[in-house]
């Protein structure tokens, strides 16, 4: 093949609704995928994201686009220092281009035209990010990939895998909701939805529960008391909830705002998506103060969705832990395991030790 792809990186909303439709043409298994809309790229990758522009990277061979990557930036804390991260994905090569293509300028970094770097699409994107991240002075690089990409990952491109935090999917089946017609009614109409968010839940002693999203006052008080001292996690203050889910473009959720007397005690978000035709209910996230288990916050949530005709429920745990267990008691099983990848550097290799706090969740990445 004569003809060479040229790399590219772009925010611009023309460019990304291309990025879109490439997507969505070769790779969405529905009519069209939300998290591949322009307004969803636009909304994490430019100065909307609190933690700052991202980048999308494309590769072009004439004017069609025969692959992406981007990096999405992350407020990080680890060990209780703030370190600026991102979150790698949208990793994809055209099917008909992911061999014997050559990129019209080589590597900056290695000039050998038959490296890995050079003859891989999804090689070279990857690589181009990481100089952008670098120059950015992006600290950690972390993604969760699937098993086709996280070879390339692991075995070429510098990263590793964690093996202390073993992060399984775990789903609960309503099997008396399994053959129920999903023509008779919505997953959650707009009226009931409206009528909801306002409606006072009262399923544990003296606790407020309510569906309306909490000041970022409360968060940030909230943030305070429970963010670790030790280990990895994202900065969850009020921020980073209002950015991350109050204010997204597109996905509808559902809040749960806990109250003792007038503390809030824990957040907790919720997404209502019909998926394989199976009406399905994601624990996106949650923070809660230790006054709320995690198994009172799995009770909430089957209880308060047991009229809503949900046929699936789904969350993300880490294996063997003491929510993990709580989950399988309300029914929860593993489904699969989910890998988590950090780009190979000083401070991330002191992230996989069994030693510290490592909080992810659904919402940690950008899927759901």
């Known amino acids: 093949m004569s003809k060479k792809y040229k790399i590219f990186f772009s925010n611009k909303i023309s460019d990304l609704e291309k990025v879109s439709h490439f997507l969505n043409k070769y790779f969405a298994t529905t009519e069209k995928s939300e998290i591949w809309s322009k307004e969803e790229f636009n ?11 991202g980048f999308m990277a494309f590769a072009k061979l004439d004017d069609e686009i025969i692959g992406t990557a981007a990096i999405v930036k992350k407020r990080l804390l680890i060990d209780g220092n703030p ?14 281009f992911r061999k014997e293509i050559k990129p019209e300028l080589l590597f900056q970094n290695n000039s050998d035209p038959d490296h890995y770097i050079n003859k891989s699409i999804f090689g070279r994107l990857i690589s181009e990010l990481k100089i952008k991240a670098s120059s950015e002075k992006i600290d950690i690089i972390y993604g969760t990939p699937n098993e086709n990409s996280k070879k390339g990952y692991l075995n070429r491109l510098e990263f590793f895998e964690m093996q202390s935090y073993k992060n399984i999917s775990m789903s609960k089946f309503i099997f008396g909701n399994l053959l129920f017609n999903k023509n008779v009614t919505r997953l959650l ?35 305070s008391e429970v963010r670790p001292a030790k280990g990895f996690s994202l900065v969850r203050d009020g921020e980073y909830w209002n950015f991350r889910y109050k204010n997204h473009p597109i996905n509808d959720y559902t809040f749960y705002s806990i109250y003792s007397k007038q503390k809030l005690e824990a957040l907790i978000v919720i997404r209502l998506k019909e998926v394989k035709n199976l009406k399905t209910l994601f624990l996106v996230e949650w923070m809660a103060t230790k006054e709320i288990k995690f198994s009172d916050i799995l009770k909430l949530i089957i209880e308060d969705n047991k009229n809503h005709k949900i046929q699936k429920m789904n969350l993300w745990s880490k294996k063997n832990s003491s929510n993990f267990f709580s989950a399988i008691k309300k029914g929860f099983i593993p489904a699969h395991y989910v890998p988590i990848i950090f780009n190979k550097t000083e401070i991330s290799s002191k992230l996989d030790s069994p030693d510290i706090s490592f909080d992810f969740f659904l919402g940690t990445s950008d899927t759901i």
Do not use: C, M, Q
């Not at 909304?43 to 522009?53: D, M, R, T, V």
């Open 83 to 96: 370190y600026l991260g991102a979150e790698i994905g949208e990793t994809y090569s055209h099917p008909d």
């Open 189 to 223: 109409s707009n009226s009931v939805r409206r009528k909801n968010k306002s409606k006072k839940i009262s399923l544990f002693n003296k606790l407020k529960i309510s569906r309306k999203f909490p000041s970022l006052l409360d968060i940030d008080t909230l943030w």
């Open 43 to 53: 909304w994490k990758l430019s100065n909307l994201n609190p933690a700052g522009e």
